[in-house]
């Protein structure tokens, strides 16, 4: 009786064993980048004759619990000749090595005889680690005497992490800054209507861009 309940007990161990050595020689997840600062900084904050822009940061989580999130910046609106409102963001982010970080932008804006610009862009954070993109993320546009409207359709850009380095520079390990900047200016001449229009959510819309693994 004691050899048949000691048996009994190794055909249960037995398995159990199996699923224990499996799960600590499973690899662990590889993520496409983290968050290493908490929150995005404010690195330029303007409005000369127009609203200081507002922004707005939500992080969350693919189905496969990875980093992402998205970012609603709002120019607001203005007609004053030669206003101007401009946002710089940064943050920065540890990335795996040979991933790729899909960036999206989608917004609608007003202009007349005025100018935007939207720059998406990343920095390593040691100068000369290699890091290179594929299709640089920078939509400017300027419409002239008369009212125009962008519907801009959601543009999505791919960043790549190139894990070559220059030699002699220590190795980056993957960190880098992530930079987003909007920029809007109506024209100076005080003889022309000037206007931009980026309020939400009727007439046009904030801008949004979003990240996560690709």
């Not at 607001?76 to 000749?81: A, I, R």
């Not at 594929?134 to 400017?140: D, E, L, R, V, Y």
Request: proline share 7%.
């Amino acid at each position: 009786m004691h050899r048949s309940g000691f048996t009994f007990s190794k055909r249960w161990l037995r398995p159990a064993l199996v699923a224990l050595t499996a799960a600590l020689l499973a690899p662990a997840p590889v993520f496409a980048f983290t968050w290493v600062q908490s929150t995005w900084n404010v690195v330029s904050l303007l409005g000369t004759n127009a609203p200081v822009p507002q922004y707005q940061a939500t992080d969350t989580k693919t189905a496969s619990n990875q980093d992402a999130g998205t970012l609603k910046i709002d120019m607001g609106s203005s007609t004053v000749p030669g206003a101007g409102a401009e946002i710089e963001l940064s943050r920065q982010m540890k990335i795996s090595d040979g991933e790729q970080i899909a960036v999206s932008s989608a917004f609608q804006a007003l202009l007349q005889n005025a100018k935007l610009q939207v720059k998406v862009w990343f920095t390593p954070v040691i100068t000369g680690a290699g890091a290179k993109t594929k299709t640089p993320f920078n939509f400017s546009r300027t419409v002239g005497n008369r009212s125009g409207g962008i519907t801009p359709r959601g543009s999505g850009q791919t960043f790549v992490r190139n894990p070559i380095f220059h030699s002699g520079t220590p190795a980056n390990n993957g960190n880098y800054v992530v930079h987003v900047q909007v920029t809007y200016t109506n024209k100076a001449n005080p003889n022309l209507t000037t206007s931009w229009s980026n309020p939400n959510p009727k007439t046009a819309s904030s801008h949004v861009f979003t990240f996560a693994g690709s």
